[in-house]
């Protein structure tokens, strides 16, 4: 009876006293999850994550966390910059084929042949033909079959040709396999825009040259390019054609896309240097005609260990279709360097990057001679490879977004590129003013927020519109103006355009972990072992409304007591 007295007296003077009480506790730990939009089995998927992990880890779809989750064919760029571990949820069951990549915009000139690449994705596979297709409207354009030869990735490329200038909507296909249940990742839109620009093209001529000649006078026939030139007949005289006579000066040379220079050992020490920038800071395309083996300044910039042949008989450059009998082969592909015609896999013609742009340089010094033979495609192979080149050099200002296909409502990363020349160094980049609005259909304007990336003259930013149509982005700076298309529709569908790591290599570079569906176990007991913070919490625990309960208890279990022992 004392002793139950005793409590609830106890009790009463600290609820008067009503102390403050500091604790430590232990909080669930966060991670970000990045699913696909409208797709069924990426939110059952996330729900069962979620059922599992209730009171441990806290998902979110915003926001930050300890870790990212990436759910199907979810977008890779925004989980990787946020420099935390990446885990990766496969949503296929096999056998299946994905498409892991195609690309958000192709652009192309109206009557040009291109290709689209297009990455696949094959799992329990093996062994088994797919065939990928190409549809606009409903109507088949092209069919590319592909039989798996191992799990994991391959390309495809698909041709296609433009009729007329404008942007239209395009959509990739890969027919399901026997067996096939998820479909989701089959199918991908992106968008084509054909622009009616010729290409421009600035030959240099040190002296009369053979090589440069033949190759500029079956430019000037096409229609497609836009050919200035200059050619020096004398030390003192020069003959000149087109608009603008290039010179070799960067600030002359910025409005070309590709510069090809004939005779180039007589190019003077400070010219070289200017053609390098070409490459480097404005995105060109530097093709070397030379007619005789290297020497000069331009040599000590080519690649090492350059060897000349002399054959008794021309022999054919595969794949370029070219025939040549005086060679200078390279021992070796440069670093990121392409072969577009070799001689029993001897590098002939090859091109390496410089900067943003490509130098190519012919080793197939008299190719000329048998530009009249019918084995030999050279006039269509230089055709074919500077238009390429002069469509992949980069504009002012380039918009690249991703997708450019999107649903109502979903998120659309706007990634902005200024060209070197547009700025002096990072500090006129900072300063250079870059303004973003995205135009509806109707015409209204919203403003796109974009934040500078650690590269110099880049910017990114996300946008998204709940209204169906065609929309346009419009970028702006004092210098330049730009714009490209964003079509929303209901029925879009998108890849993670960009990524180009696999699931397991993505996660394993990263500190996550893969899984499948249908085996979240080891990514679950990931999770749950992040470190879960602690936070202080102020609280007066006899203010609850459970202590009067208590106190009442106490003194009725000691008025009974009482009665019991026949005390009053």
């Known amino acids: 009876?004392?002793?139950?007295?005793?409590?609830?007296?106890?009790?009463?003077?600290?609820?008067?006293?009503?102390?403050?009480?500091?604790?430590?506790?232990?909080?669930?730990?966060?991670?970000?999850?990045?699913?696909?939009?409208g797709d069924p089995d990426a939110t059952a998927t996330v729900a069962t994550l979620r059922a599992a992990l209730a009171g441990t880890v806290e998902l979110a779809e915003a926001g930050s966390g300890q870790a990212n989750i990436l759910v199907g064919n979810a977008p890779v760029a925004e989980a990787a910059r946020s420099g935390k571990p990446i885990s990766v949820v496969s949503l296929d069951v096999f056998p299946a084929v994905a498409l892991?990549?195609?690309?958000?915009?192709?652009?192309?000139?109206?009557?040009?042949?291109?290709?689209?690449?297009?990455?696949?994705?094959?799992?329990?596979?093996?062994?088994?033909?797919?065939?990928?297709?190409?549809?606009?409207?409903?109507?088949?354009?092209?069919?590319?079959?592909?039989?798996?030869?191992?799990?994991?990735?391959?390309?495809?490329?698909?041709?296609?040709?433009?009729?007329?200038?404008?942007?239209?909507?395009?959509?990739?296909?890969?027919?399901?396999?026997?067996?096939?249940?998820?479909?989701?990742?089959?199918r991908a839109d992106l968008l084509i825009m054909a622009a009616d620009r010729r290409a421009r093209v600035a030959v240099v001529e040190t002296r009369p040259s053979w090589p440069a000649g033949f190759a500029r006078r079956a430019l000037e026939s096409d229609d497609r390019f836009s050919v200035s030139s200059v050619v020096k007949v004398t030390k003192s005289a020069a003959s000149r054609a087109g608009q603008s006579p290039p010179v070799l000066r960067a600030q002359q040379l910025s409005q070309f896309d590709v510069?090809?220079?004939?005779?180039?050992?007589?190019?003077?020490?400070?010219?070289?240097?200017?053609?390098?920038?070409?490459?480097?800071?404005?995105?060109?395309?530097?093709?070397?005609?030379?007619?005789?083996?290297?020497?000069?300044?331009?040599?000590?910039?080519?690649?090492?260990?350059?060897?000349?042949?002399?054959?008794?008989?021309?022999?054919?450059?595969e794949p370029a279709h070219v025939l040549a009998s005086e060679l200078v082969v390279m021992s070796s592909l440069p670093p990121g360097g392409r072969a577009h015609a070799t001689l029993e896999s001897a590098p002939v013609i090859v091109s390496w990057p410089v900067g943003d742009g490509r130098v190519v340089f012919s080793g197939a010094l008299d190719a000329w001679r048998y530009r009249g033979d019918p084995k030999s495609q050279l006039m269509r192979f230089w055709r074919s490879e500077l238009l390429s080149a002069a469509l992949t050099a980069p504009p002012?200002?380039?918009?690249?977004?991703?997708?450019?296909?999107?649903?109502?409502?979903?998120?659309?990363?706007?990634?902005?590129?200024?060209?070197?020349?547009?700025?002096?160094?990072?500090?006129?980049?900072?300063?250079?003013?870059?303004?973003?609005?995205?135009?509806?259909?109707?015409?209204?304007?919203?403003?796109?927020?974009?934040?500078?990336?650690?590269?110099?003259?880049?910017?990114?930013?996300?946008?998204?519109?709940?209204?169906?149509?065609?929309?346009?982005?419009?970028?702006?700076?004092?210098?330049?103006?730009?714009?490209?298309?964003?079509?929303?529709?209901?029925?879009?569908?998108?890849?993670?355009?960009?990524?180009?790591?696999?699931?397991?290599?993505?996660?394993?570079?990263?500190?996550g972990v893969a899984v499948s569906a249908d085996r979240l176990q080891p990514l679950i007991d990931h999770l749950a072992g992040l470190r879960r913070p602690t936070e202080r919490v102020d609280m007066r625990p006899f203010r609850a409304a459970w202590l009067p309960w208590i106190f009442a208890a106490l003194l009725c279990g000691e008025w009974a007591l009482r009665r019991k022992a026949g005390l009053r």
């Not at 990735?153 to 433009?162: E, G, I, S």
């Not at 010219?271 to 005789?292: I, K």
């Not at 690249?400 to 659309?412: H, K, M, N």
Request: charged fraction near 25%.
């Open 396 to 511: 002012a200002i380039s918009i690249d977004l991703g997708p450019a296909v999107a649903r109502p409502g979903s998120d659309v990363s706007v990634v902005v590129r200024l060209r070197k020349t547009g700025f002096d160094d990072r500090a006129d980049a900072e300063r250079t003013s870059v303004q973003a609005q995205l135009i509806d259909p109707s015409g209204a304007r919203d403003a796109i927020r974009l934040w500078p990336s650690p590269e110099p003259g880049m910017f990114h930013g996300r946008v998204s519109s709940s209204r169906a149509g065609v929309h346009s982005i419009r970028v702006e700076t004092p210098r330049a103006v730009a714009e490209t298309t964003l079509l929303v529709a209901a029925d879009a569908n998108a890849v993670a355009h960009g990524a180009s790591t696999g699931p397991a290599d993505l996660a394993e570079l990263t500190g």
């Open 1 to 37: 009876m004392i002793v139950l007295r005793t409590l609830a007296i106890v009790l009463a003077i600290a609820a008067f006293v009503d102390p403050e009480v500091t604790l430590n506790r232990r909080v669930p730990s966060t991670a970000r999850v990045y699913a696909a939009p």
């Open 259 to 317: 510069v090809l220079v004939g005779a180039p050992e007589d190019l003077r020490r400070d010219e070289v240097e200017v053609l390098w920038q070409f490459a480097e800071r404005r995105g060109g395309t530097v093709v070397l005609l030379p007619d005789r083996a290297p020497a000069g300044p331009y040599a000590g910039r080519l690649p090492e260990r350059l060897t000349e042949h002399l054959l008794s008989d021309a022999r054919v450059l």
């Open 100 to 186: 892991a990549r195609v690309p958000a915009v192709v652009r192309v000139l109206p009557g040009t042949a291109t290709e689209i690449p297009v990455d696949l994705d094959a799992a329990g596979a093996i062994g088994r033909t797919t065939s990928v297709v190409l549809e606009q409207d409903g109507v088949l354009l092209a069919r590319e079959d592909h039989t798996c030869k191992n799990d994991g990735r391959a390309t495809v490329r698909l041709p296609y040709v433009a009729t007329s200038a404008g942007a239209r909507r395009v959509s990739i296909r890969a027919v399901p396999l026997a067996g096939e249940r998820r479909l989701e990742d089959n």
